[in-house]
């Protein structure tokens, strides 16, 4: 079997995936939002293909999140009895894909290239299969907030707990990228590893931030849920294995082992500082 073909399969399992969830929900606006997810990431990489760039990936990825996220509160919107718990979650997830979208924005901008598509951006049928990975990531992760304000976020002890989750790690999030750009800003840091910070004592930080902020809004979402609509709660789970085994900390980890893995230092550092927090 070519190359090519795996890839075409492999990104129209993704979208089968994303888009049985959303049946599984059986609300309306979930099946409308998630296709909605996938049309934005197919429409742009005719662009991107066609230019060879990978600099408005991260973005059209945020911008994603914002229009589904706005297209089921507009939908479920009434000006006379506005839901304050819609509101809330869909500020949430905006706020963060704003403050995420234009972070990695300007980081690649400032580096040139993201190196991870050097290689990907030259095959049209990978270049596509990653776009439309973006869009299950978007689908399967925003799955339990999209359902929870078709249905109406219910404002009770959990959505407190879920919006405090949320902050802690939305807070973790900005706070280790921010202390990462720092270091490598300083010529002294070049080649070297930051174990300083919020990186002192998690290899990760910047996604455990991530992956604490989506079992926030899951919490939040929860009491909202009906039946089988609480299969979208694999949210946070789902973010965890993406992060963790297939697009974040297993290249990362690579890399890092590539170049600083023959250092005492470094093996020292990861041997005594957890992936992400504990035994995770």
Known sequence: MKTSFKELIFAFLAFTLSLSIAYITKIEI????????????????????????????????????????S????????????????????????????????????????????????????????????????????????????????????INNLFYIGLSIFI????IEIIADNQKTK??????????????????YS????????IILWLGISIISFSSLNGWEMITLISPIFTYLLLVYVSGIRILEYNGNKKWGHLERYKDYKEKTPRLLGIL
């Open 30 to 69: 979930v099946k409308n939002a998630v296709l909605l997810a996938f049309l934005i990431q197919w429409i742009l990489y005719i662009p991107a293909y066609y230019f060879q760039t990978e600099k408005f990936y991260d973005l059209s990825g945020s911008l994603t999140y914002i229009s589904v996220v």
């Open 71 to 154: 297209y089921c509160f507009y939908n479920n919107y009434d000006k006379e009895n506005i839901n304050l718990g819609n509101l809330v979650i869909s500020i949430l997830i905006i706020l963060w894909a704003i403050r995420l979208g234009s972070f990695l924005f300007i980081r690649i901008k400032k580096a040139g290239e993201d190196i991870r598509f050097r290689e990907i951006k030259k095959s049209p049928s990978r270049f596509f299969m990653t776009w439309t990975l973006q869009g299950m990531w978007v689908s399967i992760c925003s799955a339990c907030s999209l359902a929870g304000i078709s249905n109406g976020i219910i």
């Open 168 to 171: 802690a790690g939305f807070t």
């Open 183 to 200: 270091f490598r800003m300083n010529p002294i840091n070049k080649d070297r590893f930051i174990n300083s910070g919020l990186w002192k």
């Open 203 to 210: 290899r990760h930080p910047n996604y455990l931030g991530e």
